[in-house]
């Protein structure tokens, strides 16, 4: 009887999934390619996890909530510019990590655009952080600061996806932070 192995993990599954899904867009990713890549038949993927639309939901759902955790843990330096620092620090490690297809799934995979209002709105909460803490002008306008920074992260994921070396993907983030700082007190 062919199936689902009783070692199946369903965690590890959709990280491989994410990493397809990520590698070649939703629409280019086939169930051909998933059931490839995770070792099971059709069948198997569609009792585990439904049909396509469901297992990529699920698979940037778990991205996105890594993303997210990794956002707020950077973010949480006493100092929101140390903050920044951190996170633009981490973001071009994981960008150019060759153990992970370049650059970034959230930012990059056009059916994830809810989620990138979501994420930018919470690194606007962290920026009027920075206001209310004296670190940054009150006249700052975090929710603009907020569509920069990801508008700059963003950037350092296309330059990673097309071949950028750490180097050039951490000048990106140190010119960001020098306009970041053109706003601090």
């Not at 999934?17 to 998933?34: A, K, V």
């Amino acid at each position: 009887m062919t199936g689902r192995p009783r070692s199946f993990d369903q965690d590890a599954a959709l990280l491989l999934s994410m990493e397809r899904f990520w590698q070649n867009g939703y629409e280019r990713t086939t169930i051909g390619d998933l059931t490839a890549t995770l070792g099971i038949t059709a069948p198997s993927l569609y009792a585990a996890f439904g049909d396509k639309d469901t297992l990529f939901a699920s698979a940037a759902a778990h991205y996105v909530a890594s993303v997210t955790a990794q956002m707020d843990k950077t973010l949480s330096q006493p100092n929101v510019r140390d903050g920044l620092a951190e996170l633009f620090r981490v973001t071009v490690e994981s960008y150019t990590d060759e153990k992970t297809p370049p650059g970034c799934f959230l930012l990059s995979e056009p059916r994830l655009a809810d989620e990138r209002r979501t994420l930018t709105a919470r690194l606007a909460g962290h920026l009027r952080r920075g206001i209310d803490d004296g670190f940054l002008d009150a006249s700052t306008d975090a929710d603009a600061l907020a569509e920069f920074t990801i508008a700059v992260i963003a950037g350092m994921s296309t330059r990673a996806r097309d071949g950028g070396s750490a180097a050039e993907v951490r000048a990106i983030a140190d010119v960001a932070l020098a306009a970041v700082d053109a706003h601090a007190i």
